[in-house]
Nanobody
Framework: QVQLVESGGGLVQAGGSLALSCTAS????????MAWFRQAPGKEREFVVG????????YYADSVKGRFTISGDNVQNTVYLQMNSLKPEDTAVYYC????????????????WGQGTQVTVSS
């Protein structure tokens, strides 16, 4: 049974930082594209950043480029999201997702999802 478990959300002031983590079990972590999505109230789920495995590359949404950093640990089966210079518009529930094929910015392409973690940025 595949499980993705996120942690690390919380409340932070604008300009602050938060780090999220997503630990996977039940899958061969290094074979899966891993991505972070977010969903704000009343909005669609949107792609934030992801790691493709073959070829190996990362891809960031323009809205977070230069502020967020994704990294992965194949030993710990964990993907991390370091979020710096946070803005109120980053407020959302952040979800980790895994897909056996290529990285995709479309949420519908992902098979496995975590439960989500709330990130709130106050102004």
């Amino acid at each position: 049974q595949v499980q993705l478990v996120e942690s690390g959300g919380g409340l932070v002031q604008a300009g602050g930082s938060l780090a999220l983590s997503c630990t996977a079990s039940g899958l061969t972590f290094s074979n899966y594209a891993m991505a972070w999505f977010r969903q704000a109230p009343g909005k669609e789920r949107e792609f934030v950043v992801g790691i493709n495995r073959t070829p190996s590359f990362t891809y960031y949404a323009d809205s977070v480029k230069g502020r967020f950093t994704i990294s992965g640990d194949n030993v710990q089966n964990t993907v991390y999201l370091q979020m710096n210079s946070l803005k109120p518009e980053d407020t959302a529930v952040y979800y980790c997702a895994a897909e056996a094929y290529a990285l995709n910015t479309n949420a519908n392409a992902y098979t496995y999802w975590g439960q989500g973690t709330q990130v709130t940025v106050s102004s």
